[in-house]
């Protein structure tokens, strides 16, 4: 009776938003196939901190500097707070608040890519490489094809981020933002595992 009421008096309801899933399949499909190409990678390294080289892969690990690894893990846990609160606001409002918080999900990101340049860097100069045994290979090469991602991830922040600065409709926000912030997630995780494996184990 009070809808009734409310429609007759020329009142317009409104009903909540519908919850979906962020961004669309096409994301999921790729993420899906690149954690799965991941747990491959990550299987590896695991067996050979268990294996014949266990030794040498303890040795090798002592010589990362683990603060180093806790400070990337930071910057990327906190861009990706700062993705996930851009998303949130473009939901509800329109304003320039929406395109500094993917500022500083880019911010991060750039932080990060120097913190690990560094870190290359410093082995590098005292004669570490990829070459020096099995485990400088898998640090080199997996922390790589993460750091590509990583470059990956900048630029579709970027995209983002100019997407949020014109007026955003549902579709924009399901194409664009929301799908680009799910793969800027996926980032993340891949270098939390990553972390473990090298850092902690």
């Known amino acids: 009776m009070m ?14 938003p519908q919850k979906h899933i962020p961004g669309e399949l096409g994301i999921w499909v790729f993420v899906a196939g690149d954690l799965m190409v991941f747990a491959a990678f990550f299987v590896v390294i695991a067996l050979g901190h268990n294996g014949e080289q266990a030794e040498i892969f303890a040795q090798s690990r002592a010589t990362l500097d683990m603060w180093v690894g806790v400070l990337n893990t930071f910057l990327l846990l906190t861009g990706s707070w700062f993705v996930a609160k851009g998303v949130e606001k473009s939901r509800t409002a329109h304003d320039s608040a929406i395109s500094r918080y993917f500022s500083l ?13 560094f870190e290359w860097g410093a082995k590098i100069i005292v004669g570490i490489n ?5 485990f400088f290979m898998y640090y080199f090469v997996f922390t790589g094809i993460h750091l590509l991602h990583v470059f990956v991830g900048l ?24 799908t680009g912030a799910t793969f800027w997630h996926l980032v993340d995780l891949l270098w939390i595992v990553l972390f473990a494996l090298f850092y902690l184990l």
Do not use: Q
């Open 3 to 16: 809808d009734c009421a409310a429609k007759s008096k020329g009142e317009v309801t409104t009903s909540p």
């Open 155 to 178: 630029g579709v922040l970027l995209l983002v981020r100019n997407a949020s600065k014109r007026p955003i409709t549902a579709r924009n926000r399901n194409r664009t933002i929301e």
């Open 130 to 134: 990829p070459m020096t045994n099995d």
């Open 105 to 117: 999900g880019i911010l991060c990101g750039l932080l990060f890519v120097a913190n690990k340049s």
